[in-house]
């Protein structure tokens, strides 16, 4: 299984988590969550998705590329691995969160939340 990965954390990937489960009625990929430390909440997305798109401040993408290692540290879908969970397991095995809905609600929560503004395409 190959993917990126876009990191946010906190209280705010929780938000974002949440966000993107009620857009998809429930499914919107997988997300694997930490339960203690930083919290981190990790979107697995297509690989090589994440490499050319502006993100908000408070999104750590994590990719591969020449000399570059990335860790995205992944839960067992069967049993303990504490601190890690799913926040939503794999529904399928080609199945990753959509990076589009994925980016406008980073936008909506981490964004807005800093009161700053992006600029508009028109």
Known sequence: ????????????????AAMLEEMT?????PIV???????AVYFL???????YRAWPPGVTVLNSGPNK??????PALDGGTWPLT????????GR????????GAADAVLVTASGESRPSLE
């Open 1 to 16: 299984m190959q993917f990126d990965a876009v990191r946010i954390e906190g209280d705010a990937g929780r938000r974002v």
């Open 25 to 29: 009625g429930g499914d919107p990929g």
């Open 33 to 39: 969550v930490e339960v203690r430390g930083v919290r």
């Open 45 to 51: 997305v297509r690989a090589g998705s994440t490499g």
């Open 69 to 74: 290692v990335s860790y995205v540290p992944v």
């Open 86 to 93: 799913w926040w939503c397991p794999p529904s399928s095995a």
């Open 96 to 103: 990753r969160v959509h990076l589009g809905l994925l980016a």
